[in-house]
Nanobody
């Protein structure tokens, strides 16, 4: 059974940094076409923050370009999101997702809270 577990969230001041981690069990990320980080703020829809494909193609939301970096260990089981120069509007629950054409569904983690104080 595939499971994703996020960690690394917390409370940080404006301008600070956090690194989120997403660990997969029951499979490895190399079997998924795309892995990504999403976030959902109160009262808002869940949105894509950053994604990475097995071919190494990166995609970022405009709001985080230049501040966030998604990465993974190619043969490993961990996906990262380095978040720098955090802003209050980055406050949200951050979710990890893994998916691909060979899977019948996408897999989501339970989320980790990130709160940026002004």
């Amino acid at each position: 059974q595939v499971q994703l577990v996020e960690s690394g969230g917390g409370l940080v001041q404006t301008g600070g940094s956090l690194r989120l981690s997403c660990t997969i069990s029951g499979s490895t990320f190399r079997f998924f076409d795309t892995m990504g980080w999403y976030r959902q703020a109160p009262g808002k829809q869940r949105e894509l923050v950053a994604s990475i494909s097995t071919g190494g193609i990166l995609n970022y939301a405009d709001s985080v370009k230049g501040r966030f970096t998604i990465s993974r260990i190619n043969t490993g089981n961990t996906l990262y999101l380095q978040m720098n120069t955090l802003k209050p509007e980055d406050t949200a629950v951050y979710y990890c997702k893994a998916g691909g054409s060979t899977w019948s569904r996408d897999y989501w983690g339970q989320g980790t809270q990130v709160t940026v104080s002004s």
